[in-house]
């Protein structure tokens, strides 16, 4: 018997590694693409050894995405300082940072990829949603939002994933354009709202009363009245 | 031997008949919840004899999405006469008709359904969007639109479907009151992007200029220009 010189890692420090080099591999490639052998080498373990701490790929897969969503749901955290199209702006582009990192994966799973339909990758998809919604809603200051705010927030941020979506299918138009364009888009949908609801009206005044002029809410509204002239 | 007093179906005229069968019954119901034995029962027939004209539920499940997939992207197709938004919001009518007699099923496969992630059902979701995004195009009059346009309709389409969805789900704002304003998101979109490129700039104008006053695209400005002062 000879002592090893690499150090033995433990249960949880393995999973942890497995995970990591997985969620690599599943971000750069199709997760339909990726082997438990390719893994399992990526590692510098035998393909036994993976199964031994993830009882097939879809288990694997789901804490690679369990990660990769906390990941995102962490960048949607953003301090409650200054003008709220700033603030939605620097959230923006940490997603963009997340959309470009992760890619193919991000396109297999919100595109219908291996284990879309499992509940529980459905239910990690939701969570994020869920995430970004409430979030939302603390920087407007709403705790309990009417239905019209709801539908805003929510089908904006469904807009914002097919936008990245479309955004990494070839990659024709800027990030750095998308980023204030989504900021504008939330805007315009609340105000397309606002234009019909005297509620949605009062709350879009009282979040554009401080926005600075030259912030992304208040110069859509002179770029829109300089096209509409 | 006797001869029967109820006519033989022929194969396909069976196979036509228990996929509006199983459509009316994936329609009222999330799919999941719905069996072969209550297929064949409201068929009036046997098990065995579902299994004969379908292998499966799955194969079932996807030749009802077929004539569900069918049938909406026929919805989409609008005469090229009158102004823009008075056909979409016809559009939207009919798409909201749509979603209104077929949502447990609509909902189910949008958020993750049964079959969701076979190849077939995801080439069907697809194919509809697709319809969607030609019929727009052809009633802009553009053949090769450039890469902001593209991005408009199709996260228009998207915004469309997670707006419905949000609607389904306990149908706390009236779809006549979604339906143009879902119109307005579009123009809005429209807007953002032309607000930033001159190319889309030069699109919408030459789309508002025959809109009349009265219509959900003209309409929209004067209510965004009163909220705005």
Chains 1, 2 share one sequence.
Do not use: C
Request: charged letters at 25%; zero cysteines.
């Amino acid at each position: 018997m000879t002592i090893g010189v690499r150090r033995r890692m433990g249960v949880e420090e393995r999973r942890q590694q497995l995970i990591g080099v997985a969620l690599e591999l599943f971000s750069r490639r199709s997760p339909d693409e990726v082997s438990i052998d390719e893994i399992a080498s990526a590692a510098g373990i035998s393909r036994p050894l993976v199964y031994h701490y993830f009882p097939g790929k879809l288990s694997l897969y789901e804490a690679a995405l369990q990660r990769a969503s906390d990941d995102l749901a962490a960048r949607f955290v953003e301090p409650h300082e200054g003008p709220l199209g700033a603030r939605l702006l620097r959230v923006m582009r940490r997603y963009f940072d997340f959309v470009d990192e992760h890619g193919p994966g991000f396109s297999a799973l919100m595109r219908g990829g291996p284990a879309v339909g499992s509940s529980t990758t459905n239910a990690l998809v939701d969570s994020v949603r869920q995430a970004a919604y409430v979030q939302i809603l603390s920087h407007l200051g709403v705790t309990d939002p009417p239905a019209r705010l709801e539908l805003v927030v929510r089908s904006w941020i469904s807009l914002a994933e097919s936008t990245a979506l479309i955004w990494l299918d070839g990659r024709r138009i800027p990030r750095e354009e998308l980023e204030p364009q989504l900021v504008n888009d939330f805007a315009a949908l609340a105000a397309v709202s606002a234009a019909y609801d005297e509620e949605m009206a009062a709350l879009l005044r009282r979040i554009v009363k401080d926005e600075p002029a030259d912030g992304p809410f208040a110069s859509l509204a002179g770029r829109l009245i300089a096209l509409a002239s």
